[in-house]
């Protein structure tokens, strides 16, 4: 049985989205068990060939994965993969940061020109990420108040938002939330720090409003659909509707009890 054998393909499957290679991989693996040795024995038990285990060491060193002892003959040691994994999020952050800034600076004029011609009243956003994603864009436009509706077949998008809305509230944003279901007091406990929490049973549908003018309706799946769904619009009145429908299921709603 080879090191890499010892972990899942899933597990292969992330490392590989995270920028090692199919040698890389191996190479890790095998140092988890076999901490302090030579680059040759690396070789031997991860079955990398010896032509290219020297490389594939030193590439892992520069990616954060492992570090060698300055001897000789040289002994590699793998990192915590906590303190790998750390350290390629803060290297990310800062990448994808600056890039922001220049795609941004360069890209948003472009955007913004062709959407005064061109841009739907209505948009269709398919899979979970790009609706969180839009969730997320629409929730930093916010400048005064912020209405959620989240029933119970959506509960598992609350834990996503939280940052949006931890970002948001400390503007001085009045945040008020609407679910259903049965939510966890740790989760309910987030939320009250956030928002106004109000249940109300027997909610189908989910959105975010925003400043009464923007909205993001959470549609679900149909039979049809692979993704789940969601509506993005800033048409006033459909904002509107949704804000006086809203109020409707506001009024209704019950506090949370108190712990």
């Known amino acids: 049985m080879t090191a890499s054998s010892v972990v899942s393909e899933k ?3 992330i490392l590989q989205g995270l920028g090692l290679t ?5 190479a890790y693996v095998s140092l988890l068990s076999n901490s302090g040795v030579q680059a040759s024995e690396v070789s031997k038990d991860s079955e990398v060939p010896v032509s290219k285990i020297y490389e594939v060491l030193s590439n892992l060193e520069k990616k954060g994965w492992v570090e060698s002892q300055n001897s000789r003959p040289t002994k590699y040691f793998p990192k915590s993969p906590a303190t790998a ?3 390629l999020k803060m290297r990310m952050e800062a ?3 600056s890039n922001e800034d220049h795609l941004l600076a ?3 004029p472009l955007y913004e020109q062709k ?3 061109e841009r739907p009243d209505i948009w269709i956003i398919r899979g979970d990420y790009n609706i969180i994603a839009k969730i997320s864009e629409s929730i930093d436009r916010c400048k005064n108040e912020l209405l959620v509706v989240i029933p119970s077949a959506l509960n598992s998008v609350v834990e996503l938002i939280i940052p949006a809305l931890t970002d948001v509230k400390s503007t001085g944003v009045r945040v008020m939330i609407l679910m259903s279901g049965e939510i966890s007091e740790k989760t309910v406990s987030k939320i009250r720090s956030l928002a106004e929490l109000r249940f109300k049973e027997n909610m189908f549908g989910g959105g975010v409003i925003i400043d009464a003018r923007e909205v993001v309706l959470l549609l679900g799946r149909s039979s049809e659909e692979r993704d789940d769904l969601a509506i993005w619009s800033d048409h006033a009145g459909l904002a509107s509707f949704a804000k006086s429908y809203f109020d409707f299921l506001w009024k209704e709603a019950a506090p949370p009890k108190k712990a």
Do not use: N
């Open 115 to 117: 959407e005064i011609q």
């Open 11 to 13: 597990t292969k499957r």
């Open 95 to 97: 990448e994808l940061k």
């Open 85 to 87: 994994l750390q350290a």
């Open 106 to 108: 360069e890209l948003m």
């Open 22 to 26: 199919d040698y890389e991989i191996k």
